[in-house]
């Protein structure tokens, strides 16, 4: 099948269609249900390498790595196969039920004696997987010629949940301990449950339902797989970078579990305020392929230099500091493109299959890292991570469609 044209045309400012009143009430409670969510998913990522040596297994790093990435094997699983139940019987039902076990998965994770016992509760969580079926009713509740908008809010509140998650979770488990953060997973996932079931506005079933073409149609889209591989990329080096910083962390600053904050507070804030305006700039001035070039080698670079920066606090913060940056701008960017450049007969399953790579991509992040840790070294796993993004930076440098 011959790729279609995806050259983008900017419309005129003054004929800048606005989000009404219901579309941006829809689409902001979707992106604070997908961020209460991934909240829950992220409050784990930051602590756990550290708080997990007081369990039974905890000083087994591929056994860590493993329950960090366990979710993010059957959330892959279950996208295309839950993102078509919801065309079927409806988003709600598909996302309450998927919370359902988001829940109780955590609560196997919070009565877990060792870190066997939360890999299976975190393997139940991923089964509850709505991400497709969260993008795709954002897809019900928006015209065409805003979805673009509402899609980078989705995007943009995923970097949000993960900052937040990155101050919170040392103080819950300094406060209450893995357990009580595993309870405060599951307290999340109950309100998400609430806000699916009572308080997100119904939408009209959208004419472009989540299957509409054949996977091979959508494997055949050269810019789509550009942008699976990177949003895999971005979380697999996510997933790899905490499998060993909080154990820097703890060497080279004396900084325990409940302390950690001390560092990523600061780095997130002042992350976000180099972040917002790159946002804002991308998406005023369609720069995204070439922004995006720019904070992919900014992680090249940050990677490569992190087994330099392990040797003190201040240069661990400068380097979490510059990788954020990049971070953040990608985590907002990468969906906004993915919904303008899929043609619109397969845009549902497009998007379904980006939530699935990235699903792959925390799984892959999770165990590879652990397993480079457990027979390698920290400075390998910053030197892998660093050689994964810097092949994400040619494939995006081929990129054909101009937003």
């Known amino acids: 099948m011959s790729q279609p044209d995806l050259t983008y045309v900017t419309p005129n400012k003054r004929e800048r269609i606005q989000l009404t009143p219901t579309e941006r009430k829809s689409s902001s409670l979707l992106a604070l249900l997908f961020a209460t969510r991934m909240l829950g998913l992220f409050l784990l990522t930051p602590i756990f390498a550290v708080a997990a040596q007081a369990l039974p297994g905890g000083n087994d790093a591929a056994k860590v790595g493993f329950a960090l990435g366990a979710y993010g094997l059957t959330q892959a699983i279950m996208q295309i196969p839950l993102g078509m139940a919801s065309d079927r019987f409806g988003r709600r039902p598909i996302i309450i039920g998927g919370m359902l076990l988001f829940i109780i998965g955590g609560v196997v994770c919070a009565l877990a004696e060792s870190v066997d016992g939360i890999i299976v509760g975190r393997t139940l969580q991923g089964l509850g997987a709505v991400s497709a079926a969260i993008t795709a009713w954002v897809a019900d509740a928006t015209r065409p ?39 405060a997973i599951s307290l999340l996932g109950f309100i998400c449950l609430l806000l699916a079931a009572f308080v997100v506005p119904a939408a009209p079933k959208s004419n472009e339902a989540i299957i509409q073409a054949t996977v091979k149609e959508v494997l055949q889209h050269k810019d789509l797989l550009r942008l699976n591989f990177g949003v895999f990329s971005l979380h697999f080096v996510l997933m790899m970078l905490f499998i060993v910083v909080p154990g820097v962390l703890a060497q080279v600053g004396g900084l325990g579990s409940a302390s950690l904050w001390k560092v990523y507070l600061p780095v997130m804030l002042v992350s976000f305020v180099f972040m917002v305006p790159a946002v804002i700039f991308t998406e005023t001035r369609k720069r995204h392929k070439g922004v995006m070039e720019v904070m992919i080698l900014l992680l090249v670079l940050v990677l490569g230099f992190m087994p330099l920066a392990m040797s003190a606090l201040w240069s661990m913060v400068v380097a979490l500091l510059l990788f954020f940056i990049g971070f953040n701008v990608l985590e907002a960017l990468q969906p906004s493109y993915v919904s303008r450049v899929a043609p619109a007969n397969f845009k549902g399953l497009a998007l379904g299959f980006y939530n699935m790579t990235q699903s792959l991509g925390v799984f892959g992040g999770g165990v590879v890292g652990g397993l480079v840790l457990q027979y390698g070294s920290p400075s390998l796993v910053m030197v892998v991570g660093s050689g994964l993004t810097l092949i994400w930076f040619f494939s995006t440098r081929r990129l054909q469609a101009q937003l």
Do not use: D, H, T
């Open 145 to 183: 010629e805003v979805r673009a908008r509402a899609m980078a809010m989705v995007g943009a509140s995923i970097g949000l949940s993960f900052a937040v998650s990155l101050v919170l979770s040392p103080v819950l488990v300094g406060e209450f301990g893995l357990s009580g953060l595993f309870w």
